[in-house]
């Protein structure tokens, strides 16, 4: 049994409720405000997202039009399955129930007093059901299958909102196109959508990349430049692998969430953003947080909803509509005049792809449509134009092939398999593929030029001397690609 399935009987955190393994129900969590109520002058606010800013400027999500009220009076924020109330210095105070508080939990039908404004406070657990959708695609995610149609259906539903979204799933299942997909059908659709690698950007630069910096703040900040949220204003930045991100940097993250501004490195001026935030894991952050190596404030923060993309072995019967997707949508299966140089795709070779584990997912799908797009002699995909370890035919390859192209399938053959590569320490990694490209690239060239090496070398742009280093740091011989 999933732990969502069991409810609590208040309204908390937006989770979805699963039975027998399927999502059923998508409680989303909103809070009402209803300013002075009673009075003539009542009004009624309805929010979805996890901080709520109150004060007596209209950047502030509610505007008190009122002189007791300071521009930034207080802020309420949503913890987990708690809420709490915090004042922001201000001049009059907040008030809970009427006692004066610095930071207070919050109970529903709790009154608030801001300055001479009272506000009730009432979360509320909206509950949305989930069917699968009869739709096979959805902004660019494309999928039959009933887990995709169901990701449809939850992902058509939060959309809309400004729910902060966590996206986990293994390496290669399209956590990205998902996020990019939650921004084209927001609110936001018209703004940026900004992009950072948590686990690709130095430790000592992801701070400012994130939050910007002034001119010499550090040793080659000639300088100032914006951050990534700063960029992102108005719209959406995705955090992917997320999972990375360094214990010391959370705690500042958190602080853009809660305050909802940025400080540059270098400034004490603090930036108002409006961002929403979809972050993306290969981790199960609960566990990362039970270990000790993700904060829980930071996860309770961002994981307003929690996706979870299946496996590509999961959702097998999705390999064939991809397989046309790609065919369709990307620029390798294109030849000069745009024409498509790959429409069908032969039954055998179908069946090995839907016989296959899959576990680089649809990234190493879309490797093997490009591979084969490379190799096929006609606009069908055979058998013979998958990789040996797919189609089960690692060797001969077919006699009546030229041996140049013979030989560069083999090389194909040897370049490394994303999925093995991601299994591989970061230096381990980069070694093996270079040292792939190498080889490929060096065996390539010779064999286009018939193995000499000075006609090979100066079309590479290296050094002869260096081609040769090359050859025989990789056992390439003349007489093997000549």
Known sequence: MSPY??????????????????????????????????????????????????????????????????????????????????????????????????????????????????????PVDEQLPITPTVAERLGDIVG???????????????????????????????????????????TRADAPFV??????????????????HEKGSFTGAVMSRKGLFEMAEGGTIFLDELGELALDLQPKLLRVLEQREVRRVGSNKPIPVNVRVVAATNRTLAEEVEAGRFREDLFYRLSVVRLNLPPLRERIEDVELLIHHFFRKLAFNRDAQDQLKLDTIAPDALSALHAYHWPGNVRELVNTIERACSFARTNTVTLADLPGYISGHDAPYDLKMPASQAQERAQFDDVPRPADLNEMPFKRAKEEWVASFEKDYISTLLARHSGNISSASREADIDRKYFRKLMYKHEIDVDDVS
């Open 5 to 122: 399935d069991q409810m609590p009987s208040h309204p908390a955190h937006t989770k979805i409720a699963y039975i027998d393994g399927h999502p059923a129900t998508l409680h989303l969590r909103k809070t009402h405000l209803v300013v002075n109520p009673g009075s003539d002058n009542e009004r009624t606010y309805s929010f979805d997202q996890d901080i709520i800013t109150i004060g007596a400027t209209a950047a502030c999500d509610v505007f008190l039009d009122d002189e007791t009220v300071s521009r930034k009076h207080c802020r309420i924020i949503q913890d987990g399955p708690d809420v709490r109330v915090v004042d922001l210095q201000s001049t009059n105070g907040t008030w809970v129930e009427g006692v004066r508080v610095a930071e207070a939990y919050l109970e529903p039908d709790i009154l608030l007093g801001v300055g001479n404004c009272i506000i009730r406070f009432n």
């Open 144 to 186: 039959k299958s009933v887990k995709m149609r169901e990701i449809f259906g939850i992902i058509e539903k939060i959309a809309p909102t400004g729910a902060s979204v966590i996206i986990e799933g293994e390496t290669g299942t399209g956590k990205e196109v998902v996020a990019r997909t939650l921004h084209k059908l927001s």
């Open 195 to 212: 992009v950072l690698d948590c686990g690709a950007v130095p430790e000592n630069l992801i701070e400012s990349e994130l939050f910007g």
